[in-house]
């Protein structure tokens, strides 16, 4: 409870600095040693044991349930269903108007390439979610500089044994040039807003 407590109130205390302050944020703790978080519509945010136990300081924590609350803010969960949607729509059309579903190599086809085609827009929604995650824990008066070293300690761990945090990496593509991308944005801010 006392963990649960916590990351509420750190939560809210980011989510309401934002243009979605209006929500009725939810934050929660899984009691799960993975290292992961997960945001859904409406303001739910999710995150597991495993990523709090990584988090070395609090400026961390903060910037990835920051991250976290971004995609909401940018409503990428929405968007990605709507997506999702309107694909499953022109694929059951095409797939009646023709006999091309009729073979398992097409419908494989099918598959694999809406599933690459939604890899790329998530790989833009997480960089848009990191730019969100640097303001998010400027405006509560932290230190942006938590989100790339969270990162890298992540990195690095996946280095050593990389089924410690698979999901991790799994929902939230990460590369050393997604780090470079966040400490460039912290650069490039005026050390006033820091």
């Known amino acids: 409870p ?17 243009s979605r302050a209006d929500l009725d944020w939810q934050f929660f703790v899984v009691d799960s040693k993975e290292v992961n978080a997960f945001a859904l519509p409406g303001g739910f945010i999710y995150v597991n044991r495993g990523l709090i136990e990584r ?10 349930i920051g991250h976290e609350i971004g995609h909401v803010v940018r ?8 997506k999702q ?22 419908r494989a ?7 690459a085609l939604f890899a790329r827009y998530s790989r833009k929604d997480e960089a848009e979610a990191d730019s969100e995650a640097v303001i998010n824990v400027i405006h509560v008066g ?15 761990e ?19 040039d ?8 912290i650069a490039a801010l005026d050390p006033a807003e820091r």
């Open 142 to 156: 932290l230190d942006p500089e938590g989100i790339p070293a969270l990162f890298r300690r992540l990195l690095e």
């Open 109 to 115: 086809a099918i598959q694999v390439g809406g599933a």
């Open 75 to 82: 409503r990428h969960s929405v968007q990605q269903l709507e």
């Open 158 to 176: 996946r280095r050593r044994s990389p089924l410690r945090i698979e999901a991790f990496f799994a929902s939230h593509p990460l590369e050393e």
């Open 85 to 106: 949607t309107g694909a499953n729509v022109a694929v059951g059309l095409g797939c009646t108007l023709t006999r091309l579903c009729n073979s398992d190599v097409a």
């Open 55 to 64: 988090a070395q300081q609090l400026d961390e924590l903060a910037g990835a």
């Open 2 to 18: 006392a963990v649960t407590g916590y990351v509420q109130q750190l939560g809210l205390a980011i989510a309401h600095t934002t």
């Open 178 to 185: 997604r780090i470079q991308a966040t400490e460039r944005e």
